[in-house]
């Protein structure tokens, strides 16, 4: 099995960018833990980090065919990005959004997700744990889709 994890813009600052809301742990750390975990989940991670929503969207249309599911954490482009949120539509294969922080206990903006509603599910709030928590359900949720 196969998951594409995305990373929006920004992420590639993780561990520098404020760390009190972040965390400590660079995206290379969380790479790393996911790449461990997949394989302890029978899974395999094919993971980016990109800045540019249209470079996510390419991302998304270039493996959609040979990947099982798709985990996503796509930064601010989560609040506005329509077309982020068709790419996930269109390609049909199950997606979970995740973030490090809660956004229902931050600004207003970001108390809407466009992108959420394009998953089966979201995790959030929860640091690392967030993308670990959403490895697994995901690839527990394409598992028991295949049975
Ligand atoms: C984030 C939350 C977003 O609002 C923000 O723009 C990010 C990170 C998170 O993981 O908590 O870049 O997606």
């Not at 997700?113 to 697994?136: H, K, N, P, Q, W």
Request: net charge neutral; proline share 3%.
């Amino acid at each position: 099995m196969k998951i594409l994890v995305l990373n929006g813009p920004n992420l590639n600052l993780l561990g520098v960018r404020e760390p009190e809301i972040y965390g400590s742990q660079s995206l290379l750390e969380i790479k790393k833990l996911l790449e461990a975990l997949a394989i302890s989940l029978g899974a395999e991670i094919i993971f980016y980090q990109k800045n540019g929503e249209g470079e996510l969207i390419d991302l998304i249309h270039r493996y959609f065919q040979e990947v099982d599911g798709i985990l996503i954490n796509p930064g601010a482009y989560t609040h506005y990005s329509i077309a982020l949120r068709d790419a996930l539509l269109a390609v049909k294969i199950p997606a979970v959004e995740v973030h490090l922080s809660n956004l229902y206990c931050r600004e207003e903006f970001r108390q809407k997700s466009v992108t959420a509603g394009a998953c089966i599910g979201y995790v959030a709030g929860f640091g690392v744990d967030s993308y670990r928590l959403g490895l697994i359900a995901l690839v527990d949720y394409i598992k028991r889709r295949e049975k």
